[in-house]
């Protein structure tokens, strides 16, 4: 392969990967047909979610040149990269559901913010929450105890306006 060739695949590789962030999946793609693996990549799409398959050297130097230097260690035997979504776990999860509808796709690893994953990572990963829902949670968290506070209050004063009520409908003053 000449250099110009080599040089045309990295900036293709580091241009595609450099848009949407450092957090990627390897896959071994090898083994699926051509037709499931064209169904697969029209599902990827309509996730915004893209799968380009790599030759490892010219990926892992692409990916050094985006400051990424673990790559070689998941990219390994026939691989191809998936990467374009919000977050990693969002992406691990949706590779581990199409890994379950597709037994000749297997995951092999990725890579999260520079740091190497291994496939038990990207399990992990793929039964843990989202982005969103780790937000919501934490926000839930904050505002308990204000809400319980407050509840507090309004139960203190609804039990004190409750005897005031008690007091006045006695007939004491008759």
Not at 30 to 52: F, G, P, Q, W
Not at 53 to 79: D, F, H, M, W
Not at 84 to 98: P, Q, W
Request: aromatic residues 4%.
């Amino acid at each position: 392969m000449s250099r110009k060739v080599k040089k045309l695949m990295i900036d293709t590789i580091r241009t595609a990967i450099e848009s949407f962030g450092p957090d990627m999946l390897v896959v071994d793609a090898s083994r699926v047909n051509a037709i499931t693996m064209n169904r697969l990549r029209l599902h990827m799409a309509e996730s915004k979610i893209n799968l380009l398959t790599v030759k490892n050297a010219v990926a892992v130097r692409a990916l050094a040149e985006l400051g990424i230097t673990c790559a070689g260690q998941v990219l390994v035997g026939p691989s191809a990269v998936v990467f374009g979504h919000d977050d990693i776990v969002t992406l691990s999860k949706f590779m581990a559901k199409c890994v379950l509808e597709n037994k000749d796709l297997q995951i092999r690893g990725g890579i999260a913010d520079g740091h190497p994953l291994n496939q038990s990572d990207v399990e992990a990963l793929s039964k843990s929450p989202g982005r969103l829902e780790l937000i919501s949670q934490i926000s839930g968290y904050c505002l308990s105890p204000g809400t319980s506070l407050a509840s507090s209050i309004a139960s203190s004063y609804q039990a004190v306006a409750s005897q005031v009520q008690s007091v006045a409908s006695r007939d004491w003053f008759r």
